[in-house]
């Protein structure tokens, strides 16, 4: 299959899109100790204002949903990558609570514009692509994050004020994101398949991919958030090597993301979520048995290769499923991944509290199994991109695109 100039365009601007965004969301998480410092924000308001922040994409999420009624996903995405690079930078410079709180809200409704509409885009450029190509971009955003989360760790070794530690990073992507911003390419009719609108009982439909994306979320927080204080206070690491885990659970989430569309052209979407999911929930399992540090580290590695393609098939699937309102089922899906990241600190968190954090990790390692159960949104085990077409499996199962014309 030949694919036109505009499309590789396309995609290579999408690419960079993912990467900004994993760039930016990385230097705010991971800075939250410098920010709370900064705004002299209690423990006690700190889960508020982290709270707001998911809360606010969820709206943002929704409401994006609408607005692509009247204007093309790539508008959206273009607006909101520089609302969300510059109210990082609003959040270092600051120095009043009220000031952070207005750069965290704005940051949270932009981002919620974003990952809705990067997605938007992903899902039509796959199927005017007709082979999986998802995984592709969820791989730039793991690589945005890794070097991010390097640029926050280096403004924090040299003792650099949040403002100083952001600005470059800004002035580097912002300038390219507005340049690349340039080749997006949004979904025609003919790429819908002539078919348009929600249909009747498609929130039932959407359902079991919801609480997959929910699931593969509480996932991913629970290595974001807990990984470190686990290796630290349960294994007995040192304070150095708790802070490896993380990165080399975005090291293996990268490199799987990378080979994961080869996988899935081979062997079809549902295998890979189903070896995925499996492989997920054998790293919690190591992480909740392990008798040190480095059984740790091994079941925090598994989790990245596992969880690393469960969120980009699940949008590909919603696409999938709804050929003629993909965008609509990609801001709903949307909403479940904010959803997944508000439950699962604090649902660790609580249990470890009240039990133990061993015994916490099997939790996620349950809820990491549903997709399992869900396997026939992804299609049927027979379905794969192949170089052309997807196969038809089903009639829940639709042609993704016939040509890189189509457009």
């Known amino acids: 299959m030949t694919v036109d100039v505009r499309l590789r365009r396309g995609r290579r601007a999408l690419g960079f899109s993912f990467f900004a965004q994993g760039v930016a969301f990385a230097l705010l998480v991971t800075r939250i100790p410098a920010i709370q410092d900064r705004y002299g924000i209690s423990?006690?308001?700190?889960?508020?204002?982290?709270?707001?922040?998911?809360?606010?994409a969820g709206v943002s999420s929704v409401a994006t949903e609408h607005l692509v009624k009247r204007v093309a996903p790539s508008a959206v995405l273009r607006w909101a990558q520089p609302v969300v690079l510059l109210s990082l930078l609003g959040v270092g410079a600051g120095s009043s609570m009220w000031q952070a709180a207005v750069a965290l809200g704005v940051f949270g409704l932009a981002v919620g514009a974003l990952d809705a509409s990067m997605n938007m885009l992903g899902v039509s450029l796959q199927r005017a692509y007709g082979r999986s190509i998802m995984l592709g971009f969820h791989a730039s955003y793991s690589l945005g994050g890794i070097l991010g989360a390097s640029a926050a760790w280096a403004g924090a070794h040299w003792h650099l004020e949040?403002?100083?530690?952001?600005?470059?990073a800004v002035v580097l992507v912002l300038p390219l994101a507005l340049l690349a911003s340039r080749y997006y390419v949004d979904a025609t009719a003919a790429a819908k398949d002539g078919t348009q609108g929600w249909p009747a009982g498609g929130g039932k439909l959407l359902l079991p991919l919801c609480l997959v994306m929910a699931c593969a979320y509480i996932g991913d927080s629970t290595v974001a958030n807990w990984s470190a204080k686990y290796l630290q206070d349960v294994l007995g690491s040192s304070e150095q090597l708790a802070t490896v885990p993380y990165n080399v659970y975005m090291v293996t989430t990268l490199i799987g993301r990378?080979?994961?569309d080869l996988g899935v052209r081979r062997f079809g979407a549902v295998a890979v979520v189903r070896g995925g999911t499996v492989v997920a929930a054998g790293g919690f399992a190591v992480v909740a048995a392990a008798p040190?540090?480095?059984?740790?580290?091994?079941?925090?590695?598994l989790l990245g290769i596992g969880l690393c393609v469960i969120v980009p098939q699940t949008f590909a699937a919603a696409g999938r499923l709804f050929p003629g309102a993909s965008d609509t089922a990609v801001?709903?899906?949307?909403?479940?991944?904010y959803v997944g990241f508000l439950i699962g600190s604090p649902l660790v968190g609580g249990i470890g509290d009240v039990w133990s954090y061993r015994g916490a990790m099997l939790i996620p390692m349950v809820l990491v199994l549903v997709p399992l159960f869900s396997t026939r949104s992804f299609g049927s085990g027979g379905a794969r991109y192949g170089v052309g077409h997807e196969r038809r499996a089903g009639d829940r199962v639709v042609d993704v695109g016939r040509g890189g014309n189509e457009v």
């Not at 040190?292 to 590695?301: I, S, V």
């Open 258 to 260: 990378a080979v994961g």
């Open 331 to 337: 801001a709903r899906l949307n909403i479940f991944n």
């Open 292 to 301: 040190g540090a480095w059984w740790g580290m091994l079941g925090f590695t």
């Open 43 to 56: 423990d006690g308001l700190l889960p508020a204002f982290l709270a707001a922040v998911p809360i606010l």
């Open 162 to 168: 949040l403002f100083t530690g952001y600005l470059p």
